[in-house]
């Protein structure tokens, strides 16, 4: 996995130009960091607001550690209730003085450029407490990112064995 994660990364083209200018992500794709990544419906049960709040603590005295959040809706019918989310996440990004570790995509991207962020990330962080299946995860794993779940639902189920850590909730 470590030698195709480098031989991913020497592959920078067209399309990898392609997803910096879609998201911004494109700088920290080069050169030897520790990449967390989760992407996902912006809802509480994702419980992204633990993810942010425990990069801040992990990524303390590192600075070759980065969060790549990509946050889509499915309805407009839970716009303010988002808007409400996106604040409380930029306010932890904002208190832990993170900014300069979290990319925060907020839309939907094309398939390839999701492809391209679980290939270049080293872990996909995925601690929800209300998922009935977890496509994401699935995604997450077939490109060899090694997923972090919570004991919770289905979640533990796909991460048999080796396949990814499981964390207590």
Request: aromatic letters at 10%.
């Given at each position: ?6 031989k ?5 083209d067209?399309?990898t130009e392609?997803l910096?200018?879609e ?8 050169g030897?960091?520790?990449?967390c ?5 912006n ?11 425990n ?5 303390i ?7 790549v ?5 499915s309805s407009?019918a ?10 409380d996440?930029q ?10 570790k979290?990319?925060v995509?907020e ?6 450029s999701?492809?391209?962020?679980y290939k ?5 962080l995925?601690?929800?407490v209300?998922?009935?299946f ?5 995604e ?7 997923p972090i779940?919570?004991?919770y639902?289905?979640?533990?189920e ?12």
């Amino acid at each position: 996995p470590e030698e195709d994660k480098e031989k991913y990364k020497k592959s920078i083209d067209a399309d990898t130009e392609k997803l910096y200018k879609e998201t911004g992500v494109y700088p920290i794709l080069l050169g030897d960091k520790f990449i967390c990544c989760f992407i996902g419906m912006n809802q509480n049960k994702k419980n992204i607001g633990a993810i942010v709040d425990n990069f801040a603590k992990f990524s303390i005295g590192k600075q070759d550690v980065f969060l790549v959040l990509v946050l889509h809706s499915s309805s407009r019918a839970q716009r303010s209730y988002i808007q409400k989310l996106d604040t409380d996440i930029q306010r932890i990004i904002k208190t832990n003085d993170i900014h300069d570790k979290c990319y925060v995509v907020e839309k939907s991207l094309p398939e390839e450029s999701l492809v391209r962020i679980y290939k270049f990330s080293d872990c996909f962080l995925y601690p929800s407490v209300g998922e009935g299946f977890g496509l994401q995860l699935l995604e997450a794993m077939a490109c060899k990112c090694i997923p972090i779940v919570t004991n919770y639902t289905s979640l533990p189920e796909l991460v048999e064995g080796e396949r990814g850590l499981k964390i207590k909730v």
